[in-house]
C-alpha cells in the first residue's frame, strides 16, 4: 500500500521492462498488477522489482523477496521403445521404456483399432495413462537417471492392428511432453474362426486310402489336424501324421 495519486509499475526483469499496476478504487494507494505467464518466458531466480513515482516524479523503487523461478520449457524425450517382436497374446507382458528428463512423471498409452473381420466399422482401442517409472525397482535402472519404465499385460479381449505406443512425461511444473514410438504393435486375443470343416470318409478306411480334411476358417494361421478316440479323446494318429495341403 503507498500514497493515493502514484504511479508504479511492476518489472519483473528480465522477461518485460514494465507491467502496469492498477489502484484500487476500494482501498486508495493500493495497487495490483497481473502478468500472466507466456510461451517463450523463462527466468531462473528472477527478481521482481517495484517502482512508485508519484505526481511530483519522484522514484522509488524496491525488490521483492524471494526470487522467483519461471519454466515454460517441455521436458525433453529423447526416446520411446517397447519390447515387442511378434503379434502380441493374452497375457504377454509388453514393456515401455521412455528415456528423458529426469525428475518427471511418465505414462505410456496404446491407440488403435480392432478390425471385427466382419465388415462393420473399426472399434478405437485406447489403453490409457499407463504408469512409467524411473525409481530403480521396476528393472529401469538407476534411480531418477531418466529412464522410465513400465510393463501392460495384454488381457483378453484387447485386438489392435498397428497400434501406436506413445510415451508422456510432465515435468515439476507441469509442462508436457509426448513422443511416440518408431515401431507399432499388433495385439491379437480372439482364438481363430472355423467356418467350416468336413472329411471325405464315408466308411471304414482300408489300408492305403486317404483319408482328406478340410477346412475353412481365418487366413494366414497354422493348421494341425489329429485323429482322436471319440469316446476318450486319447489321440490315434497325432498331427505330425497328417500332411498339410494349402
Do not use: C, M
Given at each position: 500500500?503507498?500514497?493515493?495519486?502514484?504511479?508504479?509499475?511492476?518489472?519483473?526483469?528480465?522477461?518485460?521492462a514494465?507491467?502496469p499496476?492498477?489502484?484500487?478504487?476500494?482501498?486508495?494507494?493500493?495497487?495490483?498488477?497481473?502478468?500472466?505467464?507466456?510461451?517463450?518466458?523463462?527466468?531462473?531466480a528472477?527478481?521482481?522489482?517495484?517502482t512508485?513515482?508519484?505526481?511530483a516524479?519522484?522514484?522509488?523503487?524496491?525488490?521483492?523477496?524471494?526470487?522467483?523461478?519461471?519454466?515454460?520449457?517441455?521436458p525433453?524425450?529423447?526416446a520411446?521403445?517397447h519390447?515387442?517382436?511378434?503379434?502380441?497374446?493374452?497375457?504377454?507382458?509388453?514393456?515401455?521404456?521412455?528415456?528423458?528428463?529426469?525428475?518427471?512423471?511418465?505414462?505410456f498409452?496404446?491407440?488403435?483399432?480392432?478390425?471385427?473381420?466382419t465388415?462393420?466399422?473399426?472399434?478405437?482401442?485406447v489403453?490409457d495413462s499407463?504408469?512409467?517409472?524411473d525409481?530403480?525397482?521396476?528393472?529401469?535402472?538407476?534411480?531418477?537417471d531418466?529412464?522410465?519404465?513400465?510393463t501392460?499385460?495384454?488381457?483378453?479381449?484387447?485386438?489392435?492392428?498397428?497400434?501406436?505406443?506413445?510415451?508422456?512425461?510432465?515435468?515439476?511444473?507441469?509442462?508436457?511432453?509426448?513422443?511416440?514410438a518408431?515401431?507399432?504393435?499388433?495385439?491379437?486375443?480372439?482364438p481363430p474362426?472355423i467356418?467350416?470343416?468336413?472329411?471325405d470318409?464315408t466308411g471304414?478306411?482300408?489300408?492305403?486310402?486317404?483319408?482328406?480334411?478340410?477346412?475353412?476358417?481365418?487366413?494366414?494361421?497354422?493348421i494341425?489336424?489329429?485323429?482322436?478316440?471319440a469316446e476318450?479323446e486319447?489321440?490315434?494318429?497325432?498331427?505330425?501324421?497328417f500332411?498339410v495341403?494349402?
Open positions: 500500500i503507498a500514497g493515493a495519486g502514484f504511479k508504479p509499475a511492476l518489472t519483473p526483469a528480465p522477461i518485460h514494465s507491467v499496476l492498477i489502484e484500487s478504487e476500494e482501498v486508495r494507494g493500493r495497487y495490483v498488477g497481473i502478468y500472466q505467464i507466456r510461451e517463450a518466458d523463462n527466468a531462473n528472477a527478481q521482481v522489482n517495484v512508485l513515482i508519484d505526481a516524479g519522484n522514484v522509488t523503487s524496491q525488490t521483492i523477496s524471494p526470487p522467483l523461478s519461471i519454466d515454460t520449457i517441455p525433453s524425450i529423447t520411446v521403445r519390447n515387442a517382436t511378434k503379434i502380441l497374446s493374452d497375457s504377454d507382458e509388453l514393456i515401455i521404456t521412455l528415456v528423458g528428463e529426469a525428475g518427471g512423471r511418465a505414462s498409452d496404446i491407440a488403435g483399432v480392432i478390425d471385427s473381420g465388415g462393420g466399422s473399426p472399434v478405437p482401442l489403453i499407463v504408469g512409467l517409472f525409481d530403480g525397482v521396476h528393472n529401469d535402472g538407476a534411480a531418477n531418466g529412464v522410465y519404465v513400465g501392460y499385460r495384454v488381457r483378453p479381449g484387447d485386438q489392435a492392428i498397428n497400434a501406436t505406443v506413445s510415451g508422456h512425461l510432465t515435468d515439476a511444473v507441469g509442462n508436457t511432453s509426448a513422443l511416440r518408431s515401431e507399432t504393435i499388433t495385439i491379437d486375443t480372439l474362426q467356418d467350416a470343416i468336413e472329411h470318409a471304414p478306411l482300408a489300408l492305403g486310402e486317404v483319408l482328406t480334411v478340410k477346412l475353412v476358417g481365418e487366413a494366414n494361421a497354422e494341425r489336424f489329429e485323429l482322436i478316440d476318450t486319447a489321440v490315434l494318429l497325432p498331427a505330425s501324421r500332411q495341403v494349402t
